[in-house]
């Protein structure tokens, strides 16, 4: 069509940053993403935080990838789309030859539903492997495993309109206003208009300034926390006997197990003032409508899923799950990294949580996709890195990830990655994890495709292009599609990401009643959504929980692996900041952004930075059994002497550098909040 010159368009599409998944109306002039706003109506209600109201100039960079490139005599090359293509169809028949463990993909929270989709039926089908997983597994795959065991579904389980009738809020584990600030600008709101704050953290967040009551918090306590919560609650005799009696079950050996508890123990392993513990768990219980909002400060430890449990168990013993404005809420870090987990980018879960071990599952599937499926639970992220080290993973495939930053134990990655024998890499940028690369491809952002994505609060939103893909870049699922044609595997004949959206609504019960054809005329649909014309649950587990019965879990504490000792006497905790998202790929080719936040720091309480001598601005170096770094210093007293922080953000020697260890028996989560670690100036 004729575009004269100035030609301008509105387009409303999705924030392609954190989970709360704010509506974003671009203003489009010549092809270029000139401006942003939001508007009412939607789950930010007009808020924009900085990212999304701001760091839109990574669409058009100049750094963009625009064609394919392969990696020859060391040095990434041009290439056509038939040259990479065929080459990465050769070495994954070539991978196949090995056995299934030999093909690992790693698929991405940043892209669409439908590219989740399409890139795990992929590793499964073509791939013959259920080596498939994503970063969700460095965030919530805790609470997968814990909100699955206790109520039958791992998501969030209110809407976030219903912060506004809420009379009680616990805040634990998450720095809202910083990492889901439109959800923490909603929570200050609602203080002002009079309900009760609790916030536990260790560090003293904004939040902790409107706080009722504040519960600073050894990093790692989170299990003792909620125990001394609900000890507090059965002392004051608070609990709700009815709902226990009417919807839970396992509370006699809860009570058994509580009874062994005392609030003044838990309080001693927390490090707070037991009367403070008391107050607020009388507080929470007293209320009528409460909701937990929790996020990595619960989930990111070897004990995660207990913490999570420990959630559950809280909400049921005082009735506060399953009404509207009482629940616990799971705050996802990514824009999709929801839908990611409910697409099946998982390796013991088909979308829709049906699991590879479920014989009848598989058999569903193996009809839907006229496939021979694997039957077995594939390796998690953190097990498909050390393969691919040790060469057990001879193929793997990163769609939208860069393992090199996010990941726990960088210099581990990187020998893994070094050692790798293929790896293709589809991304929009260069990454520190391109550099391992063998074979990049070029794939759209946000603003160049249709699809979905899933919010935190199970809301499945539009996504609509805005503008053109620069050079010969593709969707995600269209090269993927490329690349089992050229492996002469039928199925992924698509033709839009609405015709992937009906397949995936074919398969994935939650998911039934869900199309484009209903979100573009306007259809606001929260999961579950089993029919046509259902607009699905604003919150979850309403007079049945999704097992039945909700289930008391006993989660004792257990302190982390890392503790300080003489060689390592400080606790580092990471994080994320408002500026950046994630591994920065985007937000760092916003130059306002940059201005204000283009160096990693080391926070750093006063009073500890005077002991060795160091001033704010000095640069320190950090070390933990796993690597060492170097940043600046920035004085904060509200950390605790004995804990420093870092944010995660930053590659070429960040953060991860120095995380690792044993990771959650059940969820396979490395402990990425606490880091025994030394400083020197
Ligand atoms: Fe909204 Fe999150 Fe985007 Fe900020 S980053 S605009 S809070 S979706």
């Known amino acids: 069509k004729f575009k004269p010159f100035g030609y301008t368009k509105h387009v409303q599409t999705v924030c392609p940053y954190c989970g709360v998944g704010c509506t974003l109306n671009l203003k489009v002039v010549d092809n270029k993403i000139t401006d942003v706003f939001s508007t009412e109506g939607n789950v930010n209600d007009n808020l924009l935080c900085v990212k999304g109201r701001f760091a839109y100039d990574f669409v058009s960079s100049p750094d963009r990838l625009t064609t394919p490139l392969i990696r020859k005599d060391g040095v990434l090359q041009e290439a056509s789309w038939e040259e990479a293509i065929s080459l990465v169809a050769q070495k994954l028949k070539e991978a196949k030859q090995e056995g299934p463990q030999a093909v690992a993909g790693l698929s991405s929270a940043r892209c669409t539903n439908e590219d989740n989709y399409v890139f795990q039926k992929f590793i499964r089908t073509v791939g013959e492997s259920n080596n498939v997983d994503h970063c969700a597994r460095l965030c919530h795959a805790s609470t997968v495993a814990g909100l699955a065991k206790s109520f039958g579904s791992g998501a969030m389980t209110n809407s976030i309109e219903e912060i506004d009738v809420m009379d009680v809020i616990l805040v634990s584990g998450s720095n809202t206003t910083e990492t889901h600030p439109v959800i923490g600008a909603k929570i200050k709101q609602r203080k002002a208009q009079g309900a009760a704050l609790i916030v536990a953290e260790p560090r003293k967040i904004e939040l902790a300034n409107y706080a009722d009551v504040y519960l600073q918090i050894k990093p790692g306590t989170n299990v003792a926390l909620f125990n001394g919560l609900m000890r507090a609650i059965l002392d004051a005799g608070l609990e709700d006997k009815t709902f226990i009696n009417e919807r839970t079950e396992g509370f006699e050996a809860f009570l058994e197990f509580m009874d062994t508890l005392t609030v003044e123990k838990c309080a001693e392993i927390c490090g707070v003032d037991p009367e403070e513990m008391r107050k607020a768990g009388v507080l929470y219980a007293t209320k009528d409508r409460g909701g937990i909002f929790y996020s990595m400060g619960v989930t990111q430890f070897s004990t995660g899923t207990d913490g999570v449990m420990s959630t559950a168990n809280l909400a049921m013993l005082t009735g506060k799950i399953g009404r509207e404005g009482c629940g616990v809420n799971p705050l996802r870090g990514q824009n999709n990294v929801q839908g990611a987990c409910d697409m099946g980018a998982l390796p013991g879960d088909l979308p829709g949580y049906q699991k590879t071990a479920n014989p009848e599952a598989v058999e569903k599937f193996e009809k839907a996709w006229d496939a021979k499926l694997p039957q077995n639970t594939g390796k998690t992220l953190t097990e498909i890195i050390d393969g691919v080290g040790d060469k057990t993973i001879k193929f793997l495939y990163v769609m939208g990830e860069n393992p090199m930053v996010s990941d726990p134990n960088t210099n581990h990655v990187k020998e893994s990655l070094e050692n790798a024998n293929f790896i293709?890499?589809?991304?929009?940028?260069?990454?520190?994890?391109?550099?391992?690369?063998?074979?990049?491809?070029?794939?759209?952002?946000?603003?160049?495709?249709?699809?979905?994505?899933?919010?935190?609060?199970?809301?499945?939103?539009?996504?609509?292009?805005?503008?053109?893909?620069?050079?010969?870049?593709?969707?995600?699922?269209?090269?993927?599609?490329?690349?089992?044609?050229?492996?002469?595997?039928?199925?992924?004949?698509?033709?839009?990401?609405?015709?992937?959206?009906?397949?995936?609504?074919?398969?994935?019960?939650?998911?039934?009643?869900?199309?484009?054809?209903?979100?573009?005329?306007?259809?606001?649909?929260?999961?579950?959504?089993?029919?046509?014309?259902?607009?699905?649950?604003?919150?979850?587990?309403?007079?049945?929980?999704?097992?039945?019965?909700?289930?008391?879990?006993?989660?004792?504490?257990?302190?982390?692996?890392?503790?300080?000792?003489?060689?390592?006497?400080?606790?580092?905790?990471?994080?994320?900041?408002?500026?950046?998202?994630?591994?920065?790929?985007?937000?760092?080719?916003?130059?306002?952004?940059?201005?204000?936040?283009?160096?990693?720091?080391?926070?750093?309480?006063?009073?500890?930075?005077?002991?060795?001598?160091?001033?704010?601005?000095?640069?320190?170096?950090?070390?933990?059994?796993?690597?060492?770094?170097?940043?600046?210093?920035?004085?904060?007293?509200?950390?605790?002497?004995?804990?420093?922080?870092?944010?995660?953000?930053?590659?070429?020697?960040?953060?991860?550098?120095?995380?690792?260890?044993?990771?959650?028996?059940?969820?396979?989560?490395?402990?990425?909040?606490?880091?025994?670690?030394?400083?020197?100036?």
């Open 424 to 681: 293709v890499v589809q991304d929009i940028f260069l990454t520190e994890t391109t550099e391992y690369a063998d074979v990049v491809l070029p794939a759209h952002v946000y603003a160049e495709k249709d699809g979905t994505f899933t919010n935190t609060e199970r809301r499945i939103q539009l996504l609509r292009k805005a503008v053109d893909a620069p050079g010969v870049a593709k969707n995600d699922w269209e090269i993927i599609g490329m690349i089992a044609k050229e492996m002469g595997v039928k199925g992924f004949d698509f033709n839009s990401a609405s015709e992937i959206m009906e397949e995936i609504s074919s398969v994935t019960p939650s998911y039934t009643g869900v199309s484009h054809e209903r979100l573009s005329n306007g259809d606001r649909i929260q999961w579950p959504c089993l029919s046509k014309d259902s607009e699905g649950a604003k919150f979850l587990h309403a007079g049945k929980f999704t097992r039945g019965l909700g289930a008391f879990m006993i989660a004792d504490y257990i302190p982390p692996e890392d503790q300080a000792d003489d060689e390592y006497p400080l606790i580092l905790m990471t994080g994320r900041i408002l500026e950046h998202y994630h591994t920065r790929t985007m937000t760092k080719r916003t130059p306002g952004i940059e201005a204000i936040a283009g160096d990693a720091f080391v926070e750093i309480n006063p009073a500890k930075a005077l002991e060795y001598g160091i001033a704010e601005g000095d640069m320190i170096h950090v070390t933990s059994p796993r690597g060492s770094v170097s940043a600046k210093t920035r004085f904060n007293d509200g950390i605790m002497e004995n804990n420093l922080f870092m944010p995660f953000h930053y590659g070429d020697g960040g953060a991860n550098c120095l995380t690792g260890g044993a990771v959650d028996p059940i969820a396979k989560i490395p402990p990425l909040k606490v880091s025994k670690v030394r400083i020197t100036k």
